[in-house]
């Protein structure tokens, strides 16, 4: 079997770190140095993830006041969305089982579904603004619940659904809806009226997108005295499901769940009772995943290795559980980001959460979970990947990136057992055919995702055999040094600090190229991805 053997040395700090001059093929110090090698399989794929590996969420709290959702109208938030895609948009979260679906229009079958072209539904400035300041109160609010665990019943009409589908369909996203699952019967089943009502309008409208029931019923007792267990909750979805399939329009759509929390105590209890009665009925299993709660959490945690490291420990629960019932049944992290309670605030929203995302998208992908939606897109708490100002932070820029650089094939790389370091945090793709074409490059182009936790600079040393390739660096920094860079909300690219150029155009995003060499530099806390142009891997031809 074909492998490539890296060897990646741990150096003191470099000056120069910038792409320019250029810092990332600086020869090291041979007396501060430490070998660690890193064989790289590009014969094997390991695994392929859903083309829409990477997607993100909107949570319900957004629609809690409905002039809200006019925000997806904005032209700045439907440039940033289109160059996540292809992404699943999920609407859901704590509050849609708190919302209700409530028809103002009379919807007679008129024969017509025409809606206004997307340049049309778009928010005027003097709105925006006036929302955007809006906004920062109904934060204060939403936070106040979220803390209280007191949620007030939530009326949405058609002007939420219009929104939604109109910012997915303009922006080339698939819509996803959570439907209110703690809408109950006198017997403790699911009373599916309110959601046969809304069915019934998107099937008017046309609307096509996906569905899920519910949001972490694992914490519907302590969010609303219900008590909903497993096997209860599988014959819920086998309702909708059958609903579904009544609908002529509706009857080859997904449905996915049960949102469970990660293993914990009872949400083990509810996962398996739903694989029990529920998982023929949806098209893949979801769970959610944070590593700390927000509240009290640290920067240390947002780069310890052992933090890191367990989300592998929760997955491999999940997976475990789900083959025993269904192992062909793929599996999603269906809401995750970094910390629970709406983040931890200047933490996640900096440059330092970039090493929870990028890493989890890493991890996940190797563990084989198919989808990863990234809470949240826009909207409440401290952990959306754009701002209260609508402009991208960190985290976007990340993401973006992997979008146009990584694959859905998933290749291996092992550590030697004798020098790992925990801090250099590795994995590796197939490159993505828009990467090819923009490199000019031929198939079996391999993307090395690479993250150095530590506070020294990492030197990675290739063989002749892949060092005869060009290859394309795109390394973020914070734009400030040293660690309180960490709590920065802008990043540079090679150098320079990324930021929209108008409300309808993102910058490019320019590859360092360098020469065929031997050595490529990863700078201290920095991410990076290295696209190896030339590699010819057998996997990804």
């Given at each position: 079997?074909d492998s490539v053997?890296?060897?990646?040395?741990?150096l003191?700090?470099?000056c120069d770190?910038?792409?320019?001059?250029?810092g990332l093929?600086?020869?090291?110090?041979?007396?501060?140095?430490?070998?660690?090698?890193?064989?790289?399989?590009?014969?094997s794929?390991?695994?392929?993830?859903?083309?829409r590996?990477l997607s993100?969420?909107?949570?319900a709290?957004?629609a809690e006041?409905?002039k809200?959702?006019?925000?997806?109208?904005?032209?700045?938030?439907?440039?940033?969305?289109r160059?996540l895609?292809?992404?699943?948009?999920?609407?859901g979260?704590?509050?849609?089982d708190?919302?209700e679906f409530?028809?103002?229009?009379?919807?007679?079958?008129?024969?017509?579904?025409?809606?206004?072209?997307?340049?049309?539904?778009?928010?005027p400035?003097w709105l925006?603004?006036?929302?955007?300041?809006?906004?920062?109160?109904?934060?204060?609010?939403?936070m106040?619940?979220?803390?209280q665990r007191?949620?007030?019943?939530?009326?949405?009409?058609?002007?939420?659904?219009?929104?939604?589908?109109?910012?997915?369909?303009?922006?080339?996203?698939?819509?996803?809806?959570?439907?209110?699952?703690?809408?109950?019967?006198?017997?403790?089943?699911?009373?599916?009226?309110?959601a046969?009502?809304?069915?019934?309008?998107?099937e008017?409208?046309?609307?096509?997108?996906?569905w899920e029931?519910?949001?972490?019923?694992?914490?519907?007792?302590k969010?609303?005295?219900i008590r909903?267990?497993g096997?209860?909750?599988?014959?819920?979805?086998?309702?909708l499901r059958?609903?579904?399939?009544?609908?002529?329009?509706?009857?080859?759509a997904?449905?996915y769940?049960?949102?469970?929390?990660q293993?914990?105590?009872r949400?083990t209890?509810?996962l398996?009772?739903?694989?029990?009665?529920?998982?023929?009925?949806?098209?893949?299993?979801?769970?959610?995943?944070?590593?700390v709660n927000?509240?009290?959490?640290?920067?240390?945690d947002?780069i310890?290795p052992e933090?890191?490291?367990?989300l592998?420990l929760?997955?491999?629960?999940?997976l475990?559980?789900?083959?025993?019932?269904?192992?062909e049944?793929?599996v999603?992290?269906?809401e995750t980001?970094?910390?629970?309670?709406?983040?931890?605030?200047?933490?996640s929203?900096?440059?330092?959460?970039?090493?929870m995302?990028?890493?989890?998208?890493?991890?996940?992908?190797?563990?084989g979970?198919?989808?990863v939606m990234?809470?949240v897109?826009?909207?409440?708490?401290?952990y959306h990947?754009?701002d209260?100002n609508?402009?991208p932070?960190?985290?976007?820029?990340?993401?973006?990136l992997?979008k146009?650089l990584v694959?859905?094939?998933?290749?291996?790389?092992?550590?030697s057992?004798?020098?790992r370091?925990?801090?250099?945090?590795?994995?590796?793709?197939c490159?993505t055919?828009?990467?090819?074409?923009?490199?000019?490059?031929?198939?079996?182009?391999?993307?090395?995702?690479?993250?150095?936790?530590?506070?020294?600079?990492v030197?990675?040393?290739?063989p002749?055999?892949?060092s005869?390739?060009t290859?394309?660096a795109?390394?973020?920094?914070?734009?400030?040094?040293g660690?309180?860079g960490?709590?920065s909300?802008?990043?540079?690219?090679?150098?320079?600090?990324?930021k929209?150029?108008d409300?309808?155009?993102?910058?490019?995003?320019?590859?360092?190229?360098?020469?065929?060499s031997?050595r490529?530099q990863?700078?201290?806390?920095?991410?990076?991805?290295?696209?190896?142009?030339d590699?010819?891997?057998?996997?990804?031809?």
């Amino acid at each position: 079997m074909d492998s490539v053997w890296l060897l990646v040395l741990v150096l003191a700090p470099l000056c120069d770190q910038t792409a320019a001059g250029s810092g990332l093929l600086r020869d090291p110090d041979p007396d501060q140095k430490v070998d660690l090698k890193v064989d790289l399989d590009l014969v094997s794929v390991l695994h392929r993830v859903d083309q829409r590996f990477l997607s993100v969420t909107i949570d319900a709290s957004l629609a809690e006041e409905e002039k809200f959702m006019s925000l997806l109208s904005s032209p700045k938030v439907r440039t940033l969305a289109r160059a996540l895609t292809p992404a699943f948009l999920r609407f859901g979260g704590t509050r849609q089982d708190f919302m209700e679906f409530t028809p103002q229009r009379f919807h007679q079958d008129s024969g017509s579904t025409a809606e206004p072209t997307c340049d049309q539904m778009e928010l005027p400035s003097w709105l925006e603004d006036r929302l955007k300041k809006d906004w920062t109160r109904q934060r204060v609010i939403l936070m106040r619940e979220d803390l209280q665990r007191k949620y007030r019943r939530v009326k949405f009409t058609e002007y939420t659904v219009d929104l939604l589908h109109s910012f997915t369909n303009c922006s080339g996203m698939d819509l996803i809806f959570g439907l209110n699952a703690l809408l109950r019967t006198a017997d403790n089943s699911w009373n599916s009226s309110n959601a046969a009502s809304l069915l019934s309008y998107c099937e008017s409208r046309r609307y096509r997108m996906s569905w899920e029931l519910g949001n972490e019923p694992n914490s519907y007792e302590k969010k609303a005295g219900i008590r909903v267990d497993g096997r209860q909750l599988g014959r819920d979805f086998t309702r909708l499901r059958d609903m579904m399939s009544q609908s002529k329009f509706y009857h080859d759509a997904a449905l996915y769940g049960p949102d469970v929390g990660q293993p914990r105590d009872r949400r083990t209890d509810i996962l398996e009772g739903f694989l029990q009665t529920g998982s023929e009925a949806v098209d893949a299993l979801t769970w959610h995943h944070y590593y700390v709660n927000g509240r009290d959490t640290s920067l240390e945690d947002f780069i310890d290795p052992e933090v890191l490291d367990t989300l592998a420990l929760k997955t491999t629960e999940v997976l475990k559980k789900v083959k025993l019932v269904s192992p062909e049944k793929p599996v999603w992290l269906g809401e995750t980001s970094s910390a629970f309670g709406g983040g931890a605030v200047g933490l996640s929203d900096t440059f330092v959460a970039g090493f929870m995302w990028l890493d989890k998208l890493g991890l996940a992908a190797r563990l084989g979970l198919d989808v990863v939606m990234r809470q949240v897109f826009i909207g409440s708490g401290s952990y959306h990947l754009v701002d209260d100002n609508l402009d991208p932070l960190p985290d976007y820029w990340l993401s973006v990136l992997y979008k146009r650089l990584v694959g859905p094939e998933v290749l291996k790389v092992g550590f030697s057992s004798f020098a790992r370091s925990k801090r250099v945090r590795l994995y590796l793709h197939c490159s993505t055919r828009e990467s090819l074409s923009l490199f000019r490059s031929s198939s079996g182009a391999v993307t090395l995702i690479s993250l150095n936790l530590s506070k020294k600079p990492v030197w990675i040393v290739v063989p002749a055999s892949v060092s005869s390739s060009t290859v394309e660096a795109f390394v973020l920094q914070s734009d400030q040094p040293g660690e309180d860079g960490l709590y920065s909300r802008s990043v540079k690219l090679n150098g320079d600090v990324l930021k929209m150029v108008d409300d309808q155009t993102l910058p490019d995003l320019k590859a360092a190229p360098l020469p065929p060499s031997e050595r490529l530099q990863l700078p201290a806390f920095s991410l990076a991805f290295f696209v190896f142009t030339d590699a010819a891997a057998a996997a990804c031809i």
